[in-house]
């Protein structure tokens, strides 16, 4: 049986339960496909990642990662990339955690990304200053050497997106593993969303776990001034 860990990254600011079913929905698409799950892995960026003033600091988003996995007995927050001085690509994001998992678990298990269609939408983004928040051999790389998952969206159109990359091969689309969740579709909650709540004093209780409704309260976070 093929064995693999799985890797969320993103800024988790704050972590919903749309991030925890990312992942469970992963997680039984390759069970079903007799691949076993080591572990699933949540990477907070740094805080070098952008300069909004919406993303609150790594110490607090890493937190909330903890606590929204305290109850999981296959999910875990790491530290490792939101700890870094300055923002690390994916790839070597990925690179690292599969030392890691290697490591833990033994030199037969990969590693694969999972994303909603949303992140690969922003395959194409240009930054302020003109470079590629993609690049495209990091993309293929990926896909080829690790494994891509992706989870469908509302308004996302993640294949149109690979299929408009005119340096993306053809044959990479039919190696990216779409899933969709038709148990619990929690796609229209976001991040965004729970910080807007926040902001207007409305409640997000059953959008976040507990426990990180709780470490937003005593930190008094997403607050306005």
């Known amino acids: 049986m093929k ?3 799985l890797l969320a990254v993103g800024s988790f600011n704050p972590p919903t339960i749309a991030h925890l079913r990312m ?15 080591v572990e699933g892995i949540m990477s907070p960026v740094a805080d070098s990642y952008n300069n909004k003033s919406t993303l609150i600091k790594a110490n607090h988003r890493l937190e909330m990662v903890r606590a929204a996995t ?22 070597d994001v990925l690179a690292h955690h599969r030392e890691q998992v290697q490591a833990k678990f033994g030199s037969d298990v990969g590693l694969m990304l999972v994303v909603g269609g949303d992140v690969v939408d922003s395959f194409t983004r240009i930054l302020p200053d003109g470079s590629n928040l993609w690049k495209s051999a990091d993309i293929i790389k990926i896909i080829t050497e690790f494994g891509l998952l992706v989870l469908s969206r509302d308004q996302s159109h993640p294949m149109a997106t690979i299929e408009k990359m005119s340096e993306i091969p053809k044959n990479l689309a039919e190696k990216i593993e779409m899933i969709v969740d038709d148990v619990c579709p929690v796609s229209v909650v976001s991040s965004t969303r729970l910080r807007a709540a926040i902001s207007a ?8 776990p507990d426990e990180v409704i709780d470490y937003i309260r005593i930190n008094d976070l997403y607050r306005s001034s």
């Open 70 to 91: 305290k109850s999981s007995e296959w999910i875990r927050a790491d530290g490792w990339e939101c700890t870094r001085a300055t923002w690390t690509r994916t790839l």
């Open 201 to 208: 004093k409305k409640s997000i209780k059953y959008a976040t």
């Open 23 to 37: 992942l469970e929905v992963a997680r039984c698409h390759l069970e079903s496909k007799d691949t076993q799950v």
């Open 3 to 5: 064995r693999v860990a």
